[in-house]
């Protein structure tokens, strides 16, 4: 059995408080390979995600958090309508 690829995404935003993803739709879902994705981010940013929230836009175009704590995944949260349409402005002032 070949061996599933990886998840794609971007990283369109890192502020003091929060990043945002974007799942590029190739490989596995962020969904599907988000214990990866949050320890990449973790190894891949200067100090860590420490204290940010960690957003993801899925492949239907809805917003989630992928909780973390010390660098590790552990679960997801559903984000309310409110920051839904705040994710989503944010992203329309960045150039993907």
Not at 11 to 36: C, F, M, P, Y
Not at 57 to 77: I, M, N, Q
């Amino acid at each position: 059995m070949p061996k599933q690829q990886l998840s794609k995404y971007c990283v369109a935003e890192i502020t003091d408080t929060r990043i945002i993803l974007v799942d590029q739709d190739e490989g596995r879902s962020v969904t599907n390979d988000a214990v990866r994705v949050v320890r990449q981010l973790d190894e891949s940013i200067r100090g860590g995600i420490g204290h940010r929230k960690v957003y993801y836009r899925d492949t239907d175009g809805r917003f989630d958090e992928l909780v973390a704590e010390g660098g590790r995944f552990v679960r997801f949260s559903p984000c309310t309508e409110g920051q839904q349409y705040q994710l989503s402005a944010a992203l329309g002032a960045v150039s993907l």
